[in-house]
């Protein structure tokens, strides 16, 4: 790691980090730790207030501050590239909501290459399967890592708490090899990063098979999340009813089926050891969180898309299809209530009314999208 830190000894790395809530705040802190970075956070909400006071930060891993703020704080995108910086990396940490915003474009106006005609790295701390895809297609040529991370951090208001260890691995997108992105090239600069986040002591490590560490993170966020999501349940709740073993167990050899059609062949002992995993806690996951919440969920990365590709490649999962449309109806009720989102008629249409297009939904329905969380 000792020529990363050369490379960055003089002129530090110029980092644009995208979504400043649990997960972003404590990768921009720990960035800055490390001593060889310097991050610009985008934040929406809580833009006002962190401008004002900074962040209060309890962290399990980086400890207590009060006051804390990046080396910039931005309200926007379009603001971080209006003060003319071109940045080494662009680093996403907000909820991969793709029927509302897409990534590629909000990141779009930052996008800009530099002087050897490179874009910026694009880094996805993200949940969910093939998010990487839309970035590499928008942008030709970029250099597109992921991230699968195990953190467990909320933001209240600015007010960060972190209370599990940042632990994450990094890899490059396999579609970014190319002549000019060479194998060697891709895992150097996966390397780099890898280095900058690791330098204030985190675990962050390079994953040679990232999409592979994908689908096994999948195996618990499409089903335990999304059951727990559904029944209101928490992990140990959803174990003492039997809805563990009557569904979330079913649910998840069927991610173990689809990622093995995939070319991605996970452990078959891997769902019944995340289930024990959660084994003497009442865990609440981060979907059914933001179902109380009542926040948009994650429903299409995390369920979608991997029915989407089962469906391409002949794999039958009728529980992960139950799940995607309890919850589609779940996404609707959350939307509606948020208020100035989704238009609902004041006369509910008639059954087989061929105006509704219900598999459009949710993209076609909101009236507004939600800003980014």
């Given at each position: 790691m000792s020529k990363y830190f050369e490379k960055f000894s003089s002129k530090k790395a110029n980092?644009?980090?995208?979504?400043?809530?649990?997960?972003?705040?404590?990768?921009?802190?720990?960035?800055?730790?490390?001593?060889?970075?310097?991050?610009?956070?985008?934040?929406?909400?809580?833009?006002?207030?962190?401008?004002?006071?900074?962040?209060?930060?309890?962290?399990?891993?980086h400890g207590d501050y009060t006051n804390w703020k990046p080396h910039r704080i931005v309200p926007n995108v379009q603001a971080?590239?209006?003060?003319?910086?071109?940045?080494?990396?662009?680093?996403?940490?907000?909820?991969?909501?793709?029927?509302?915003?897409?990534?590629?474009?909000?990141?779009?106006?930052?996008?800009?290459?530099?002087?050897?005609?490179?874009?910026?790295?694009?880094?996805?701390?993200?949940?969910?399967i093939d998010i990487e895809r839309p970035v590499y297609e928008?942008?030709?040529?970029?250099?597109?890592?992921?991230?699968?991370?195990?953190?467990?951090?909320?933001?209240?208001?600015?007010k960060i708490v972190q209370f599990e260890?940042?632990?994450?691995?990094?890899?490059?997108y396999p579609d970014c090899v190319s002549e000019t992105n060479t194998k060697e090239k891709l895992e150097d600069r996966t390397h780099e990063f890898v280095a900058l986040y690791a330098a204030s002591g985190v675990n962050a490590t390079y994953h040679p098979q990232l999409m592979l560490a994908r689908w096994r993170k999948l195996v618990y966020n499409s089903c335990i999340n999304t059951v727990c999501a559904?029944?209101?349940?928490?992990?140990?709740?959803?174990?003492?009813?039997?809805?563990?073993?009557?569904?979330?167990?079913?649910?998840?050899?069927?991610?173990?089926?689809?990622?093995?059609?995939?070319?991605?062949?996970?452990?078959?002992?891997?769902?019944?050891?995340?289930?024990?995993?959660?084994?003497?806690?009442?865990?609440?996951?981060?979907?059914?969180?933001?179902?109380?919440?009542?926040?948009?969920?994650?429903?299409?990365?995390?369920?979608?898309?991997?029915?989407?590709?089962?469906?391409?490649?002949?794999?039958e999962a009728p529980i992960l299809t139950v799940l995607y449309n309890l919850l589609k109806g779940v996404q609707f009720?959350?939307?509606?209530?948020?208020g100035g989102i989704l238009n609902v008629p004041e006369k509910a249409p008639r059954v087989g009314d061929s105006r509704i297009d219900h598999s459009s939904f949710p993209s076609e329905l909101p009236a507004k999208k939600p800003e980014p969380l």
């Open positions: 980092i644009l980090l995208v979504g400043s809530g649990g997960v972003g705040t404590i990768a921009s802190l720990g960035l800055e730790k490390g001593g060889f970075a310097q991050v610009t956070s985008v934040l929406r909400s809580d833009y006002e207030k962190v401008s004002k006071h900074g962040f209060e930060i309890k962290s399990i891993d971080a590239a209006d003060a003319g910086e071109v940045y080494d990396y662009i680093v996403v940490a907000i909820k991969a909501l793709p029927e509302f915003f897409k990534t590629e474009e909000i990141i779009r106006p930052a996008m800009v290459k530099n002087a050897a005609g490179e874009y910026p790295t694009v880094v996805l701390i993200q949940n969910g928008a942008y030709p040529g970029a250099i597109v890592l992921s991230g699968v991370s195990m953190i467990g951090s909320h933001n209240f208001g600015g260890h940042d632990v994450i691995s990094f890899g490059y559904i029944t209101q349940l928490d992990t140990g709740r959803a174990y003492l009813s039997g809805v563990d073993n009557a569904l979330t167990l079913p649910a998840m050899y069927e991610i173990l089926k689809i990622a093995k059609a995939a070319g991605y062949e996970l452990p078959e002992e891997l769902p019944q050891g995340m289930i024990d995993s959660d084994s003497g806690v009442f865990y609440e996951p981060s979907m059914m969180i933001d179902v109380k919440k009542g926040n948009p969920i994650e429903l299409e990365v995390i369920l979608g898309n991997p029915l989407r590709i089962a469906k391409r490649l002949g794999v009720r959350l939307l509606e209530n948020k």
